[in-house]
Nanobody, 123 residues
Framework: QVQLVESGGGLVQAGGSLRLSCAASGTIFSIDAMGWYRQAPGKQRDWVAT???????NYEDAVKGRFTISRDNAKNTVSLQMNSLKPEDTAVYYC?????????????????WGQGPQVTVSS
């Protein structure tokens, strides 16, 4: 019902910057929180940052001051600007969206995930 298509990612040297973007499309009544998670090789998927529909942001401590999450509610997009990248930021990054649907009778919610672009930071 909802597709999240991500762009960005790639290879960058330590100290560099990258920008990830994610666009949601499909049958959407509203999108509550949108966020980013990441999964390094051999590790679990970890939360990175979240932005609510009202623009409230939260970040994992390790990325505070370096990453900035933003969203465009009109376009159903969310972005992650990553500055001062470190080798430990290397991971597959997943976009997420908490979507509300309306089927004509009731509201229901679902979580959706993007395909996960690779971000590699070389030392």
């Amino acid at each position: 019902q909802v597709q999240l298509v991500e762009s960005g990612g790639g290879l960058v040297q330590a100290g560099g910057s990258l920008r990830l973007s994610c666009a949601a499309s499909g049958t959407i009544f509203s999108i509550d929180a949108m966020g980013w998670y990441r999964q390094a090789p051999g590790k679990q998927r970890d939360w990175v940052a979240t932005v609510t529909s009202g623009g409230i942001t939260n970040y994992e401590d390790a990325v505070k001051g370096r990453f900035t999450i933003s969203r465009d509610n009109a376009k159903n997009t969310v972005s992650l600007q990553m500055n001062s990248l470190k080798p430990e930021d290397t991971a597959v990054y997943y976009c997420s969206a908490y979507v509300t649907h309306y089927n004509g009778q009731s509201y229901y919610t679902n979580d959706y995930w993007g395909q996960g672009p690779q971000v590699t930071v070389s030392s």
